[in-house]
Structure formats: C-alpha cells, structure tokens
C-alpha cells in the first residue's frame, strides 16, 4: 500500500476495514421486492467513519480493498470527493465490489442484506502490505470487528492495533451473518481490546465481546479488559461512557427517524473529532450523539454526515421529543 509523500503531515484518523456500495430504495416503508428506484452511495462501516471525521475538518484516511470493477472506479471517486485519502484502497482482481441493501420501516427497522461473496475483498487486507508506518503516525487507529472475522484480515488488524502507539478504537460492530458463532467472535474481540484504548459498542455487541449487556456492568468489563474509554450504546436510553475518572449518562438526541443505518458510523466520526479536539467524555458523547441523530434524520450514510455547524445547532436546539424520534447512534 502506498506510503505518503515525503514531507505530508500524518493523518487525523486512519480507519481500516470493510467497504461497500449502498444500494438503498427511495421509496420507504416498502419491501425491496417493491422498490421502483434505488440511490447508490458509498458505505461500509469504517468507510463512512472517515467520511464523518473529514466533514469536521480532519485529515482522514482508510484503508481498505475492492473488486478490480466499476464498483470499485466508484468507491475511489466517492472517498475523493468527500476529501478522504484513498491511497489505501487498493484492488483484489477477481473479487466483486460488495454491496448492501436494504428496507427502510421507520422508525426503528431497517434490515440490511450483504452482497460479499464469493469472499469480500476487504478481508483481503494483508499484513504484510500494511504501511505500518502511516498507521503508527496517525493520530488515531479505527478498526472494526468485522475485520477480525476472517483471515488475512484478523491477522491485519491486530498487527495495525499493535503498530499504533496512541489512541487506538475498536469498533465493536459485530454483525452475526460474519461469524461461525458469537463465541468464535468473543475469542478475537478480547485479543484485539490488548491493543484497544477506546472500545464503542452497543449492549449486543458488548454482550458477545465480554459477556455483559448491563450497561455499567460492560462499561467495567471492558475497562477490566484494558481499554482507556468504554462507550455503551443503548439505544433509546442514550449513551454510558466510562473511564477510570468515572461515567457519564447522556440521554439520546430527538430526530425524526428515517433511516438509522448511519447513525452508528456518524456516532463514530463525531467522537474520533472530539478527541482530537481534546474534548471531555461528556462534550464528547453529546456532540457524537447528535452527529448520529442528525443522520438518522436522513436517507443515506456517508452522504448525510453532518459539518460542526450542523451538529451544534441541533444541541442548541429546545428539546421536543415525541414517542418514536429519541434516537441514539
């Protein structure tokens, strides 16, 4: 992989793993089966973290593999537009591009379907391409479970984990229809969180990490586990963020849902750019949290992600909940 020109300033935030195209309906509340018309928009969990990160300003990066295709022209055209570094992507001849569909039912369903066969090519990322050098100069290293799934790309992001000296974010991401069991998944999450200082997850994904999906009982199970910061996601209860300094409770931001698939991904940008920004663990979780809402307000992932002006004017907004627009990413 690529290493930048001699003399450029590292980056922000360096994000590794999976890509995908979005292929999303434009009709909601409608099986696919009935879908007259689909938007194609960039996606893929650790993509669109380094989308959200860029909209605030930062120098962002990912690393990441797709297919020698259309798809692929496509992936490299969009991360460039939205100003991210994409001398990581590189191609796997013979694999396609994956893709993601999905339903929209708001307020609260949206299920996803994943094109990733017959293998995907972000579980291709090798360690031994690994600009380890980039990744250790980085001010922050976001990896994600799914990453760990799969081989090369387990051993890859544990070696990238390890390269990094400094903040380093698991995303705790885990999606069942990767994994042969939840247990299989446990094993290589807790290997990974040795070289982890900011764990983000909700209560599921915390369960199969450490067993635990009482929000304060993870929280310690995971500051147990080593990491410097633990973000619980409950959903419509808002957000619990740990540390050895103590825990904060933020409650969740009122939107009207329209597609929540973002919302995690948009979290995650938003909480990269406050702690590059040196924020407390409060400020964090408020400004992350609205970043998420804001994008479950919207159609699309990585085209929705909202600036810094956004953000602020819905927290200083009069709070106006209704019965089904408390979101949290």
Not at 92 to 110: H, K, N, R
Not at 124 to 148: N, S, Y
Request: aromatic share 6%; proline share 9%; charged share 20%.
């Amino acid at each position: 992989m690529t290493s930048p020109p001699p003399g450029a300033a590292p980056h922000d935030l360096i994000t590794m793993g999976r890509v995908s195209v979005d292929v999303y309906p434009q009709q909601t509340g409608v099986p696919l089966e009935d879908v007259e018309s689909f938007g194609k928009y960039l996606g893929g969990s650790p993509t669109n973290v380094a989308v959200a990160a860029a909209r605030y300003g930062r120098r962002t990066a990912v690393i990441t593999r797709t297919g020698a295709d259309p798809f692929g022209r496509f992936v490299h055209k969009a991360l460039k537009g939205y100003g991210v570094d994409d001398r990581f992507v590189t191609e796997v001849p013979g694999l396609p591009t994956p893709l993601a569909f999905c339903e929209i039912f708001p307020p609260d369903d949206f299920p996803l379907y994943f094109y990733r066969y017959p293998k995907a090519p972000d579980m291709e990322i090798r360690a031994g391409e690994l600009d380890l050098g980039a990744i250790a100069a980085a001010r922050i290293f976001w990896a994600t479970v799914t990453g760990l799934s799969q081989e090369p790309s387990r051993e890859a992001t544990v070696a990238a984990l390890a390269a990094h000296p400094g903040t380093t974010v698991l995303d705790l991401d885990y999606r069942p229809m990767f994994w042969e069991s939840p247990d299989a998944a446990r094993v290589r999450v807790r290997e990974a969180l040795g070289h982890t200082t900011v764990a983000v997850g909700n209560l599921d994904e915390c369960e199969v990490a450490v067993g635990e999906r009482e929000p304060r009982a993870a929280a310690r199970a995971l500051l147990d586990r080593g990491v410097s910061v633990a973000v619980v996601k409950q959903g419509p209860r808002g957000v619990l963020a740990a540390s050895a300094d103590g825990a904060v409770e933020v409650p969740p931001t009122p939107v009207e849902v329209v597609n929540g698939l973002g919302a995690g991904d948009a979290f995650g940008g938003a909480l990269c750019h406050g702690l590059l920004s040196g924020w407390d663990l409060e400020r964090i979780v408020r400004f992350a949290g609205a970043a998420g809402a804001i994008v479950a307000s919207r159609l699309a992932c990585a085209d929705a992600m909202p600036d810094a002006g956004e953000v602020e004017r819905l927290l200083a907004a009069p709070a106006a909940p209704g019965p089904d627009k408390e979101v949290t990413a």
